[in-house]
T-cell receptor, first 117, second 110 residues
Framework: GAGVSQTPSNKVTEKGKYVELRCDPI?????LYWYRQSLGQGPEFLIY????????DSGLPNDRFFAVRPEGSVSTLKIQRTERGDSAVYLC???????????????FGPGTRLLVL | LAKTTQPISMDSYEGQEVNITCSHN???????ITWYQQFPSQGPRFIIQ???TKVTNEVASLFIPADRKSSTLSLPRVSLSDTAVYYC???????????FGAGTTVTVRA
């Protein structure tokens, strides 16, 4: 359990379905970040947790996206009524401290590849 | 949302030095500059971080001019395994968003 893990590694779903993506951060890391990465693009910030609370969710594209981190460790990104445009790699990262200044080194998981048909 | 700008791609040969410059005109006073490396089907991996002047570690150097509006990642003596996408990340305190650039695809040839 040395690194950040994400499950599932791949997810194929149909338009309109609900999906949950899970992230297990490095033990002891208080900050957790979700990003979305489309093909050929850099990671796009979605949401940042400090402990159990979402310190910044301004990157979530709309109200179909929601994320939780109830115990300050594992986080789940939830997408309702999926659309084809949601297809992307969803990356999770954790850092020891927190913040959005970029000072804290982020450790990324391998991502979940979501395909919405 | 402030942006970072990097070249889209760079080609090099084994043993050469590769320098990638990132522009970040809107960087805030206390923000750091971090570079990440990403291989296909993997998440980004930390390479180096700096605030000002020069930082060097075992894999790279980072040069930051006094105005901090840009930074240059230097990879000495690259090998085939350095072929990857390199991202410049600037934390933006005033915007509270983490801005990855579009990345620079570095291709190292034998």
């Amino acid at each position: 359990g040395a690194g950040v893990s994400q499950t599932p590694s791949n997810k194929v779903t149909e338009k309109g379905k609900y999906v949950e993506l899970r992230c297990d951060p490095i033990s002891g890391h208080t900050a957790l970040y979700w990003y979305r990465q489309s093909l050929g693009q850099g990671p796009e910030f979605l949401i940042y947790f400090q402990g159990t609370g979402a310190a910044d969710d301004s990157g979530l594209p709309n109200d179909r996206f929601f994320a939780v981190r109830p115990e300050g460790s594992v986080s789940t990104l939830k997408i309702q009524r999926t659309e084809r445009g949601d297809s992307a790699v969803y990356l999770c990262a954790s850092s020891q401290g927190g913040g959005l200044t970029g000072e804290e080194t982020q450790y990324f998981g391998p991502g979940t590849r979501l395909l919405v048909l | 949302l402030a942006k970072t700008t990097q070249p889209i791609s760079m080609d090099s040969y084994e043993g050469q030095e590769v320098n990638i410059t990132c522009s970040h005109n809107n960087i805030a006073t206390n923000d750091y500059i971090t570079w990440y490396q990403q291989f296909p089907s993997q998440g980004p991996r930390f390479i180096i971080q700096g605030y000002k002047t020069k930082v060097t570690n075992e894999v790279a150097s980072l040069f930051i001019p006094a105005d901090r509006k840009s930074s240059t990642l230097s990879l000495p003596r690259v090998s085939l395994s350095d072929t990857a996408v390199y991202y410049c990340l600037v934390g933006l305190r005033n915007d509270y968003k983490l801005s990855f650039g579009a990345g620079t695809t570095v291709t190292v040839r034998a």
